[in-house]
């Protein structure tokens, strides 16, 4: 399900431009098995959460990917800058605008680099 999920949320075209952008998973083990979380569920669920100004709350279970693990990986990739590296590469190769759109949205929805504290939202300080 989580697969279909891609392939409807995110055009062929835009996760042949991202994923090799996308830095290496690491191998995680869990209960002493290897936990394999594929890259394309995980872009998937972001890219349903930010492209639609979703917040990850409202993010389905049959993605196939936990609300904290998008969220995670998300803040991860910002950090490592996926995003502005995806928007230039989809600039240089796609004249599709439904991925163009999609990949500024990320952009823009990818927390400052220059802010440390800005994935952790508005302050709740009065």
């Not at 979703?54 to 990986?73: C, K, M």
């Not at 190769?93 to 508005?122: F, K, N, Q, V, Y």
Request: hydrophobic fraction near 35%; aromatic fraction near 8%.
């Amino acid at each position: 399900m989580a697969t279909e999920h891609r392939r409807r949320v995110v055009p062929d075209e835009l996760w042949e431009i991202a994923r090799p952008l996308l830095p290496t998973p690491k191998l995680r083990y869990e209960n002493g098995v290897r936990q394999n979380l594929d890259h394309s569920d995980v872009f998937a669920a972001i890219v349903y959460v930010r492209g639609s100004g979703r917040t990850w709350r409202e993010l389905p279970t049959d993605f196939g990917v936990s609300r904290t693990t998008a969220q995670h990986r998300f803040r991860v990739w910002s950090a490592d800058g996926v995003w502005n590296r995806l928007h230039r590469a989809v600039l240089a190769a796609s004249d599709s605008e439904e991925t163009l759109r999609i990949a500024a949205a990320l952009r823009a929805a990818a927390p400052s680099t220059s802010d440390p504290c800005s994935h952790r939202g508005p302050s709740r300080r009065t």
